[in-house]
């Protein structure tokens, strides 16, 4: 099948099996290795990226799906608040094993966007679809707390 897509910047066109999930499109098509392979059944969150501006979970999307769309993944993810929770996640050593980290950053990302003040509740709520395996969530807290309030 052929597909065309916007990936962090550039349209690509790919001929790929219908039903591939983006996420093996963007690792194996596309060498974007940053996106993690999880769970495969979006419950994770490892292989979050962006998709039209919005956190999606890029194993459970038919690439026929994400066809003519706009894909951002965190190897080029930018902006303020990108910079801002990068900094935060190296100020507080936020990752462990930083397998889950990618999905992590994307989804903060995101919510820092929507909600440039958020506070426990917000951060629950944006985040409760990330698995950290290592455990980290309070890290993962007080990076995006430290990032929000650099944004102010």
Known sequence: ????????????????????????????????????????????????????GSTKRSCIIPIEDAAGGTVTTIESVEGPEAEALRQAWLE????????????????????????????????DQAMSGNICRCGTYMRIRRGIKLAAEELE
Do not use: F
């Not at 910047?9 to 194996?28: A, F, M």
């Not at 990618?102 to 003040?117: C, D, F, R, T």
């Open 92 to 123: 507080l050593d936020v990752p462990q094993c930083g397998y889950c980290q990618a999905g992590q950053l994307m989804s903060a990302i995101a919510l820092l966007k929507e909600v440039p003040n958020p506070d426990d509740s917000d951060i």
């Open 1 to 52: 099948m052929n597909v065309t897509l916007t990936v962090n910047g550039e349209e690509r066109e790919l001929d790929v099996p219908k039903g591939t999930p983006l996420l093996w499109v963007l690792r194996d098509y596309l060498g974007l290795t940053g996106t993690k392979y999880g769970c495969g059944v979006g419950q994770c969150g490892s292989c979050t990226v962006h998709i039209q």
